[in-house]
């Protein structure tokens, strides 16, 4: 499944698009990478989203066999491994 459609499927993310927009800047990594919005995700990656001043690093559970999944079941599929607030010169965008 490509990195912007599991942000989506499992409400990481609101909307692809803003998932995509994330990726192009640059504010999601997976397994320590800068990634595009096509990254395949598979089981055991590793996704670090920076949001503001926040850094979620989560590991993926499970990846989805379809592109809609019940909201119980959307936060089955990563586990949140950090969360951190970042100073204010530590973050950009």
């Known amino acids: 499944m490509r990195l912007d459609l599991f942000l989506k499927t499992s409400r990481l993310i609101a909307r692809r698009t803003l998932a995509q927009e994330f990726c192009d800047a640059g504010m999601i990594k997976v397994n320590g990478l800068a ?55 530590d973050f950009s965008a």
């Open 35 to 89: 990634a595009k919005s096509s990254k395949e995700i598979k089981v055991n990656d590793e996704i670090e989203i920076q949001r503001r001043n926040r850094l979620t690093t989560l590991k993926v559970l499970e990846v989805p066999a379809k592109k809609q999944v019940s909201r119980n079941d959307a936060a089955n599929l990563y586990e949140i491994t950090s969360e951190k607030i970042l100073e204010s010169e």
